[in-house]
């Protein structure tokens, strides 16, 4: 329940890794101004029910441990599986491919919203890439790419559009989508309402 003079501050997550310093600040800070903390199912971390008086001071002092917070215009972070060598499935580490795509991806600005990325590191999905408007997930052959897809209360499988891709053709696929979607969206919107568009960029394979 949001309480009245209270509000929440996410804290964003690449590759669903926290780091140490801002898990021990953020739980000194918790103690000192009594909230909470929510691992978000997007893999950030909110902080939830800060009283607005110590907004100032928690982002400080998490911003000074090089925390990144929420807002709007950033490049989405992808939500991962956890992949290889955690998983005796995992077929490529999740971590280095998220942090590569943030690499060429992260610093893009005015994203319009709605958008996010899925990367799984192999064909079980648990990271629900065919269910995000960009899902990408590993096999022996390469990476197959999903656009479209969204989960919520009509979910729905996104359109495969690319098989036994290389990593540098999903970054090139990446650049396509998100530019298409910034053309043919005024505020924000989800990938799969534009899927039926006679021009968007990719066929199912
Ligand atoms: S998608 Fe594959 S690699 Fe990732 S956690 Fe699930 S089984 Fe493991």
């Given at each position: 329940?949001?309480?009245?003079?209270?509000?929440?501050?996410?804290?964003?997550?690449?590759?669903?890794?926290?780091?140490?310093?801002?898990m021990?600040?953020?739980?000194?800070?918790?103690?000192?101004?009594?909230?909470?903390?929510?691992?978000?199912?997007?893999?950030?971390?909110?902080?939830?029910?800060?009283?607005?008086?110590?907004?100032?001071?928690?982002?400080?002092?998490?911003?000074?441990?090089?925390a990144?917070f929420?807002?709007?215009?950033?490049?989405?972070?992808?939500?991962?599986?956890?992949?290889?060598?955690?998983?005796?499935?995992?077929?490529?580490?999740?971590?280095?491919?998220?942090?590569?795509?943030?690499?060429?991806?992260?610093?893009?600005?005015?994203?319009?919203?709605?958008?996010?990325?899925?990367?799984?590191?192999?064909?079980?999905?648990?990271?629900?890439?065919?269910?995000?408007?960009?899902?990408?997930?590993?096999?022996?052959?390469?990476?197959?790419?999903?656009?479209?897809g969204?989960?919520?209360?009509?979910?729905?499988?996104?359109?495969?559009?690319?098989?036994?891709?290389?990593?540098?053709?999903?970054?090139?696929?990446?650049?396509?989508?998100?530019?298409?979607?910034?053309?043919?969206?005024?505020?924000?919107?989800?990938?799969?309402?534009?899927?039926?568009?006679?021009?968007?960029?990719?066929?199912?394979?």
């Open positions: 329940m949001k309480i009245t003079g209270k509000t929440s501050i996410t804290v964003l997550l690449p590759a669903g890794r926290l780091p140490l310093g801002i021990r600040e953020s739980h000194r800070l918790a103690e000192k101004y009594g909230f909470g903390v929510y691992l978000s199912t997007a893999q950030n971390l909110r902080l939830i029910n800060v009283p607005e008086s110590a907004i100032e001071a928690v982002r400080k002092k998490l911003g000074a441990l090089g990144d929420k807002g709007p215009g950033k490049f989405p972070i992808p939500r991962l599986c956890v992949g290889k060598p955690h998983c005796n499935l995992g077929v490529v580490d999740t971590e280095a491919v998220c942090m590569r795509i943030l690499d060429r991806f992260g610093d893009r600005k005015k994203v319009k919203g709605k958008l996010k990325i899925a990367v799984a590191g192999c064909a079980m999905c648990c990271s629900a890439p065919k269910i995000t408007d960009i899902g990408i997930f590993a096999t022996k052959d390469g990476y197959e790419v999903y656009a479209g969204k989960g919520g209360a009509f979910p729905k499988i996104g359109r495969r559009i690319a098989r036994k891709a290389s990593e540098e053709k999903v970054h090139e696929i990446i650049e396509i989508l998100f530019d298409y979607h910034d053309r043919k969206t005024v505020k924000k919107q989800r990938m799969t309402k534009l899927l039926m568009e006679e021009d968007f960029p990719f066929e199912e394979v």
